[in-house]
């Protein structure tokens, strides 16, 4: 159990369509990670937040964008969404930035495009 | 694309025997981070060995760094059938500064037969 809760677990959206998936980190968590997941493939890293401000992205096209909020909830948003777009998207929290500190992550949430 | 190769892909073996898993990697790091994935699931970190370590150790689990080679192994001891998932080895590298970017590869999925 990592304390890290995601919402939802399953979501069905039609290509074009806009989606917004939710993260509850740990509490004390300053810094939370997004990543997706293609089946049968590694995690690929979105982007990072810390204290509400996106501090690194990984090569994503800027219709993927995301919030942080003070209680430690944050949000992934995907605008005019492709089929491409399906994949398992996980969160991931840990307490600062420090490089030497594993991630907690969520279960995710599973996305299918149609 | 993913910096992280991991060998094999697929591993099946018998209770109680070890496993093996290997990754390779391209880039300088500050440490080497091994994660498990049980189907449909979020990662659970399970050991990090900084850049400046050669070998560690954590119950059934002994993970090594060979910098110079980079490339790193995780063996697992007298394996049981609930040691049955992914395994994905994710670099923090020294490129990345605190942007948090964590690079995994494509994983290996070990099957342990009861």
């Known amino acids: 159990e990592t304390g890290v809760t995601q919402s939802p677990t399953h979501l069905i959206k039609t290509r074009g369509q806009q989606v917004t998936l939710r993260c509850s980190s740990q509490?004390?968590?300053?810094?939370v990670s997004w990543y997706q997941q293609a089946l049968g493939q590694g995690p690929q890293f979105i982007f990072q937040?810390?204290?509400?401000?996106?501090?690194g992205r990984g090569n994503f096209p800027p219709r993927f964008s995301g919030l942080q909020f003070p209680n430690y909830s944050s949000e992934l948003n995907v605008n005019a969404l492709e089929l491409d777009d399906s994949a398992l998207y996980l969160c991931?929290?840990?307490?600062?930035?420090?490089?030497?500190?594993?991630?907690?992550f969520g279960n995710g949430t599973r996305l299918t495009v149609t | 694309s993913q910096q992280g190769e991991e060998d094999p892909q697929a591993l099946s073996i018998q209770e109680g025997e070890n496993a093996t898993m290997n990754c390779s990697y391209k880039t300088s790091i500050n440490n080497l981070q091994w994660y498990r994935q049980n189907s449909g699931r979020g990662l659970v970190h399970l050991i990090l060995?900084?850049?400046?370590?050669r070998e560690k150790h954590s119950g059934r689990l002994r993970v090594t760094l060979d910098t110079s080679k980079k490339s790193s192994s995780l063996l697992i001891t007298a394996s049981r059938a609930a040691d049955t998932a992914s395994y994905f080895c994710a670099t923090d590298w020294r490129g990345s500064g605190n942007t948090g970017k964590l690079i995994f590869g494509q994983g290996t999925t070990l099957q342990v037969k009861p």
């Open positions: 991931a929290s840990r307490p600062d930035l420090g490089p030497n500190s594993p991630l907690h």
């Open positions: 060995i900084r850049s400046n370590e």
């Open positions: 937040y810390y204290r509400e401000e996106e501090n």
């Open positions: 509490s004390g968590h300053n810094t």
